[in-house]
């Protein structure tokens, strides 16, 4: 008998929570994550991450990842959830836009095969405080780059979010707010030559292609 590499109870608080409900309600998750990761991984974290994709394989549905602040990390990552079953194309990979920098290892990275997550629209900073060698993009770096990665073909595999988790984000404590994206990114994505054919894919097509569960 082949003993599975990790705890089959991990996958069943998965599966339980997308089909039952989370936390002992019955409020059913419609995607698996953020499964956060450092880095290196933890061997508790590549047990989740391949619990995540055992957990998939039986839902058909979306997952979202929180790679760690290295740029070898969404390639690892991808290669555990690969060894484990998982179906990339209906995966996630988050925070790219303070991960992956050189856009040689960028395309090498969209052509495994995931979803390429902008979602830090609206942070700005000088010094980013989980990882000080990271010199955190301004928003038009990022349209650069989602600009680039159109160019080379995958609109179709790009999502963006803006990352709102404190109060200060919100318009009404002086935050650019849940529109910001609608209101300031898109006339600038515009702008720089990007089709709204493609936005209307990031926007629409490619978020209601992930969350539709297989």
């Known amino acids: 008998m082949v003993l599975s590499p990790f705890p089959p109870q991990l996958t069943k608080v998965l599966v339980d929570e997308v089909l039952q409900g989370a936390d002992g309600t019955d409020i ?7 499964i956060g990761c450092s880095w290196p991984l933890t061997d508790s974290e590549k047990k989740i991450l391949q619990a995540t994709a055992e957990a998939q394989t039986q839902l058909g549905c979306p997952v979202n990842i929180h790679p760690g602040r290295n740029s070898e990390a969404p390639f690892q990552i991808v290669r555990i959830l690969q060894e484990a079953g998982a179906d990339i194309s209906k995966t996630v990979m988050s925070h790219l836009d303070r991960t992956i920098f050189d856009e040689k290892t960028l395309l090498e990275f969209a052509a495994l095969g995931s979803y390429l ?12 405080q989980f990882n000080t060698a990271v010199d955190m993009p301004s928003d038009n770096d990022r349209i650069r780059t989602i600009g680039s990665l159109v160019n080379k073909g995958y609109d179709e595999r790009i999502v963006v979010s803006h990352d709102i988790h404190t109060k200060n984000r919100l ?12 209101n300031n990114i898109v006339p600038k994505m515009l702008l720089r030559g990007i089709s709204q054919q493609s936005i209307d894919k990031i926007l629409l097509e490619n978020p209601k292609r992930w969350l539709t569960f297989k």
């Open 117 to 128: 997550e902008y979602d830090l629209f609206g942070t700005e900073m000088l010094n980013y």
């Open 171 to 182: 318009v009404k404590y002086g935050g650019h707010g849940y529109s910001h994206i609608l």
């Open 28 to 34: 059913k998750c419609g995607i698996i994550g953020e």
